[in-house]
């Protein structure tokens, strides 16, 4: 009897290992989104972007945060998009501390902001003054718990699931994007990816990754919205089902304002105006049905394995802006430098001109991290994602890269292109990953100093609000490294 059984314990056990084996490499995905919008009735909430004392006098739409989490091969990422201005690397690491206590099977957590405009200040770089802060650190820390409870319950939704891939480059992505700066290089491609439940046979979750800065409504508006995501996400959710995800790309110079972005009205006829309601829903829902043309050639490979990177860099802060800034208390003490890898809260007193006396921050570095997560089919890599803490400029992405009379430095190398380094098709980049630093602007085409580029009268946008000229190649080639170890 008791060799019988013995003999049914191991034919058990023969048939149990490979249906392991195929649940460890089966594709899992589970989704959530939670409200983040800030109360404004009762507290004072400074608006992100365009200039100081914006304070907001109603909501339009809701602000989310929304969380794909992806299992295979026993790793589990997890994709977080958060509709904010940005967050410093210092909150994704409290997020991920938090996330750790709740679920330590999470096997690591990307956090990226779509850079909307018109949401709550979580950087503090636009309260009453500039040398005041506009974070509400009770909303930011509550902000903190909520994005990592969402997290956690995407990760506790899992179920398997079957993945659909797609990219797209119509004329039109294009045209939706206004570029003013030379040289005139955008990064049009959208990427979708579709992720739907293998039981039910229901869409879980569609993940977008375009590039444009939301800030269509401009500097007039003065009430809380996602700007063109919310219609994007609306027009996802309601054609095809499941929870959308948007995650904002390469949108260094890239803008939906002026005129150069032009979307007629079906309802007039007439062109939508700039900085209205009706030009980000029309952007948001012409994106949308893009998204639904993509998906009609889609792909949908077996992933059975999450490879995942990342790595911790230094970048030298050359702006004195920022370094006013952390030492005055905007940055709410999530912005700290460093020197020789080491936390430098030392500071110095300096008389300005039109301030006084203020501290000043001296350490030498900004600490950050760069991700890079490959989905694999055996062998293959079918997809890719790859995180930028900051605003990159598309020829830093695509290629491009000029050189100009006036720049700052004229004979510099070029940055690698990150795209020519990707493995894949479906190259997903997540700008402001993780951290935010400013533009990433190359160092050949820098220009901080007069004569300005092309001769200008006056100084182009984009050095005032970037750490340096050095950021775009500590980031990119760290990024390189990443994709190319072995």
């Known amino acids: 009897m008791l060799g019988s059984l013995t003999g049914v314990i191991r ?32 507290r004072k909430v400074y ?104 997290a956690v319950t995407a990760a506790r939704s899992l179920e398997p699931a079957r993945m659909e891939l797609s ?13 003013d700066r030379p040289p005139i290089v955008k990064d049009p491609y959208l990427f979708v990816m579709r992720l739907t439940g293998i039981g039910a046979g229901k869409t879980l979750a569609l993940l977008v990754n375009w590039s444009d800065h939301p800030e269509t409504l401009g500097g007039e508006n003065s009430e809380i919205t996602a700007d063109y995501p919310h219609w994007l996400c609306q027009y996802v959710e309601n054609h095809l089902g499941g929870t959308a995800i948007f995650f904002s790309g390469s949108i260094g ?3 939906t304002l002026g005129n150069q972005v032009a979307l007629q009205d079906p309802e007039t006829g007439e062109i939508a105006q700039d900085r209205t309601w009706k030009k980000a829903e029309l952007i948001g829902t012409r994106l949308g049905q893009l998204v639904e043309r993509a998906l009609k050639s889609a792909e949908a490979p077996q992933v059975n394995s999450i490879l995942i990177r990342k790595s911790i860099l230094f970048a030298p802060l050359q702006n004195d802006h920022f370094r006013m800034a952390e030492a005055a208390g905007v940055f709410a003490g999530r912005k700290p430098l460093y020197s020789d890898g080491k936390l430098d809260r030392s500071t110095v007193e300096r008389e300005l001109a039109d301030t006084g006396r203020i501290r000043f921050s001296t350490g030498h570095d ?44 004229p004979d510099a190398p070029f940055e690698p292109a990150l795209r020519a380094h990707l493995k894949s098709r479906y190259q997903f980049i997540l ?56």
């Open 431 to 486: 700008g402001l990953g993780n951290d935010e630093l400013g533009y990433l602007i190359p160092r050949a085409e820098w220009d901080d100093q007069p004569p300005w580029l092309l001769n200008r009268p006056q100084r182009w946008y984009g050095e005032i609000n970037s750490a340096g000229p050095d950021l775009a190649g500590v980031v990119v080639r760290g990024l390189v490294r990443l994709i190319e170890q072995r």
């Open 47 to 150: 608006l992100a972007g365009f200039g100081h004392n914006r304070i907001a006098t109603g909501v339009h739409d809701d602000l989310y945060v929304r969380c794909l989490a992806l299992e295979a091969g026993g790793q589990t990422e997890v994709l977080c998009s958060v509709d904010v201005i940005g967050l410093f690397y210092d909150d994704v690491l409290k997020i991920r501390e938090q996330v750790k206590v709740q679920a330590p099977r999470i096997s690591h957590l990307i956090v990226a902001s779509t850079h909307v405009h018109e949401g709550p200040d979580t950087l503090g770089l636009w309260g009453p003054t500039p040398l005041q802060t506009g974070v509400d650190e009770s909303y930011l820390s509550w902000l903190d718990s909520q994005i990592a409870a969402t």
């Open 11 to 42: 034919v058990a056990v023969l048939f149990l290992l490979p249906h392991f084996a195929w649940a460890q490499g089966q594709l899992r995905a589970g989704v959530a989104k939670t409200a983040i919008t800030p109360a404004v009735h009762n």
């Open 366 to 409: 900004l600490q950050t991290e760069v991700d890079y997560v490959e989905l694999r089919s055996g062998d293959r890599v079918v997809a890719e994602v790859a995180t930028v803490p900051g605003e990159i400029y598309p020829e830093l992405t695509n290629g491009g890269i000029s050189r100009y009379p006036g720049a700052d430095y």
């Open 167 to 179: 990219r797209d480059d119509h004329p039109l992505l294009g045209l939706l994007q206004s570029v």
């Open 253 to 255: 110079k890239v803008s």
